[in-house]
């Protein structure tokens, strides 16, 4: 249970609350006296998580992996079996085709990679390089599994949000396609 | 390309120094697994408020103390029965000569063949030795168990209290192209080879209890022994039960008293390996590995060769882990 939710039953003016330990690591963690890297602000700004409380963030966090790529260094590759969704702490990936094409470049806090999560046995539909020297934070199947199990609440709202943009992004090729139909019916007509 | 080189070059030194030196690896690699064992039972006692794990903690020990009851229990009758077994070998030996005396002249008798060796003899003469040797060895083998009390905890505390860090580590110098495969497979290998031993360890006990127990009613000699050993040889798959019976046989044979049933014994074990295949199998085991039975086989021989019995215990989940491997190669060869 969260401080808040705990705050919340207890009501405001209950004093015969204890040291909370996990309260004061994260409290300690948070501080700029802290000399490991926090990745509070950062998560803080996402939209992906803007249902996680700050004790979600500080929970997730230690559930990820940091990897550190060179500029045109291969993530992942088209085909690839996968198992990680990334988040782009800082530097750029390109999404690329099979052929090198560019799909789209996401820059510093954008995500890629939340089907591998959802989908069993998932090959990933297209590559992704670093542009420059680029640091990601990595989440994978077995942490969220791990998740799961510590931290069932959490690991479903991730799992939830995850979902969302899946669902999100399955609409926005939806409308694409319908649009894509369209004018090669109108180019047909034409012809 | 470098980072790969580096990152296989390591990982080949690492097995070496494995191979080389076994006196502290194999006391490490005892620790790990039962680090990979108890780490699930310890997430369930770090989990939810402060009530709960003191419940949970209550329950864990009172369950710990409760299985130490039977546990001494079965130590002191193993004992008891381990020295009635001893007074009565020089008594067995000279039955297992005079039923070899009396099945060589049959043999003689129905088809004329001589047999000239003396097995029997020969057999003794090994045993006699091998208990020489291992009588002499007792005081190496009191150092390496005193070696292996002192090792065992210590790495043991420290997997627990720097497993994390250990793995970040383990995890950074991993290069970036091989990273997610790594992670996940050495992830589910880290799974699968705790359940595994867990789920063995549990198949045995309530193998050999079962055994233990049907040997009491009726009146078997040596009860707890023979459920020790048949508890213990199920580890080994197929070839495991026959070998637990074979001591039940000999006792059966060469046992002069009339209560002494070979039929009520064999029985027993039936009935015993089939609750272990019916019901313990496929609940517990089965569904952690999943390899051809021929496969199995192959592997326990193996394993056996190299590593002994701790070998052929191990070599299941690890061929399982390889079946893995193979299988994430070939879809990737396949994808492209």
């Given at each position: 249970m969260s401080y808040e939710e705990r705050k919340k039953e207890l009501g405001p003016d209950d004093n015969s609350e204890r040291l909370n330990i996990n309260l004061l690591r994260y409290l300690w963690e948070a501080s700029p006296l802290y000399f490991k890297e926090s990745y509070h602000t950062y998560f803080r700004n996402l939209s992906i998580l803007k249902s996680f409380s700050d004790n979600d963030i500080r929970i997730f966090t230690k559930y990820l992996h940091r990897r550190e790529f060179e500029a045109n260094e291969l993530i992942f590759k088209y085909g690839d079996s996968g198992y990680g969704f990334y988040f782009i702490h800082s530097g750029s990936v390109s999404i690329q085709e099979p052929n090198g094409a560019e799909i789209v470049n996401l820059g510093e806090k954008n995500f890629f990679g939340e089907l591998a999560l959802l989908e069993e046995g998932h090959r990933r539909p297209a590559s992704a390089v670093a542009s420059g020297p680029t640091v990601l934070l990595g989440v994978f199947k077995p942490d969220v599994e791990k998740m799961l199990e510590s931290h069932p609440i959490l690991g479903a709202k991730f799992i939830h949000e995850a979902a969302v943009i899946l669902a999100s992004k399955v609409g926005h090729m939806t409308r694409e396609i319908m649009t894509l139909r369209r004018k090669i019916e109108l180019l047909e007509k034409k012809n | 390309m470098v980072k790969i080189y580096l990152f296989f070059a390591v990982l080949i030194s690492a097995l070496a120094f494995i191979v080389s030196f076994p006196r502290l690896t194999l006391p490490l690699g005892f620790s790990y697994i039962l680090y990979l064992m108890i780490n699930p039972l310890t997430s369930k006692l770090l989990r939810g408020s402060n009530q709960q794990r003191i419940i949970y903690s209550l329950f864990f020990t009172a369950c710990a103390c409760l299985l130490v009851i039977p546990l001494v229990a079965t130590l002191y009758n193993a004992e008891t029965d381990f020295k009635q077994l001893l007074k009565h070998i020089p008594e067995l030996r000279i039955k297992l000569q005079f039923k070899y005396i009396q099945f060589r002249e049959l043999l003689l008798d129905k088809t004329g063949v001589k047999l000239s060796l003396d097995p029997v003899t020969y057999v003794m003469r090994n045993v006699e030795s091998q208990g020489a040797n291992l009588l002499s060895s007792i005081p190496s083998l009191v150092s390496s168990v005193l070696e292996w009390m002192l090792l065992v905890p210590l790495f043991l505390y420290f997997f627990f209290k720097e497993s994390k860090t250990l793995k970040v580590k383990f995890m950074e110098f991993i290069p970036n192209s091989i990273f997610e495969k790594t992670y996940v497979l050495f992830s589910q290998f880290n799974t699968k080879f705790g359940e595994y031993i867990i789920a063995k360890f549990i198949e045995a006990t309530i193998l050999g209890s079962l055994v233990t127990l049907g040997l009491m009613l009726v009146g078997f000699p040596y009860p707890f022994i023979l459920g020790i050993i048949a508890g213990v040889t199920n580890?080994?798959?197929?070839?495991g039960p026959i070998i637990g019976f074979i001591p039940a046989l000999a006792v059966a044979l060469l046992s002069q008293n009339p209560d002494v049933s070979l039929l009520s014994a064999t029985i027993i074990y039936l009935i015993a390996n089939a609750v272990d295949m019916v019901l313990v199998f496929p609940l517990l085991v089965s569904k952690i590995v999943n390899l051809h039975p021929i496969l199995v086989v192959v592997s326990v021989l193996a394993g056996g060769q190299i590593g002994g019995a701790v070998g052929m215990i191990v070599v299941i989940p690890m061929v399982a882990f390889i079946q893995l491997l193979f299988k994430e190669i070939y879809q990737d060869l396949n994808a492209q």
């Amino acid at each position: 249970m969260s401080y808040e939710e705990r705050k919340k039953e207890l009501g405001p003016d209950d004093n015969s609350e204890r040291l909370n330990i996990n309260l004061l690591r994260y409290l300690w963690e948070a501080s700029p006296l802290y000399f490991k890297e926090s990745y509070h602000t950062y998560f803080r700004n996402l939209s992906i998580l803007k249902s996680f409380s700050d004790n979600d963030i500080r929970i997730f966090t230690k559930y990820l992996h940091r990897r550190e790529f060179e500029a045109n260094e291969l993530i992942f590759k088209y085909g690839d079996s996968g198992y990680g969704f990334y988040f782009i702490h800082s530097g750029s990936v390109s999404i690329q085709e099979p052929n090198g094409a560019e799909i789209v470049n996401l820059g510093e806090k954008n995500f890629f990679g939340e089907l591998a999560l959802l989908e069993e046995g998932h090959r990933r539909p297209a590559s992704a390089v670093a542009s420059g020297p680029t640091v990601l934070l990595g989440v994978f199947k077995p942490d969220v599994e791990k998740m799961l199990e510590s931290h069932p609440i959490l690991g479903a709202k991730f799992i939830h949000e995850a979902a969302v943009i899946l669902a999100s992004k399955v609409g926005h090729m939806t409308r694409e396609i319908m649009t894509l139909r369209r004018k090669i019916e109108l180019l047909e007509k034409k012809n | 390309m470098v980072k790969i080189y580096l990152f296989f070059a390591v990982l080949i030194s690492a097995l070496a120094f494995i191979v080389s030196f076994p006196r502290l690896t194999l006391p490490l690699g005892f620790s790990y697994i039962l680090y990979l064992m108890i780490n699930p039972l310890t997430s369930k006692l770090l989990r939810g408020s402060n009530q709960q794990r003191i419940i949970y903690s209550l329950f864990f020990t009172a369950c710990a103390c409760l299985l130490v009851i039977p546990l001494v229990a079965t130590l002191y009758n193993a004992e008891t029965d381990f020295k009635q077994l001893l007074k009565h070998i020089p008594e067995l030996r000279i039955k297992l000569q005079f039923k070899y005396i009396q099945f060589r002249e049959l043999l003689l008798d129905k088809t004329g063949v001589k047999l000239s060796l003396d097995p029997v003899t020969y057999v003794m003469r090994n045993v006699e030795s091998q208990g020489a040797n291992l009588l002499s060895s007792i005081p190496s083998l009191v150092s390496s168990v005193l070696e292996w009390m002192l090792l065992v905890p210590l790495f043991l505390y420290f997997f627990f209290k720097e497993s994390k860090t250990l793995k970040v580590k383990f995890m950074e110098f991993i290069p970036n192209s091989i990273f997610e495969k790594t992670y996940v497979l050495f992830s589910q290998f880290n799974t699968k080879f705790g359940e595994y031993i867990i789920a063995k360890f549990i198949e045995a006990t309530i193998l050999g209890s079962l055994v233990t127990l049907g040997l009491m009613l009726v009146g078997f000699p040596y009860p707890f022994i023979l459920g020790i050993i048949a508890g213990v040889t199920n580890i080994l798959p197929y070839v495991g039960p026959i070998i637990g019976f074979i001591p039940a046989l000999a006792v059966a044979l060469l046992s002069q008293n009339p209560d002494v049933s070979l039929l009520s014994a064999t029985i027993i074990y039936l009935i015993a390996n089939a609750v272990d295949m019916v019901l313990v199998f496929p609940l517990l085991v089965s569904k952690i590995v999943n390899l051809h039975p021929i496969l199995v086989v192959v592997s326990v021989l193996a394993g056996g060769q190299i590593g002994g019995a701790v070998g052929m215990i191990v070599v299941i989940p690890m061929v399982a882990f390889i079946q893995l491997l193979f299988k994430e190669i070939y879809q990737d060869l396949n994808a492209q």
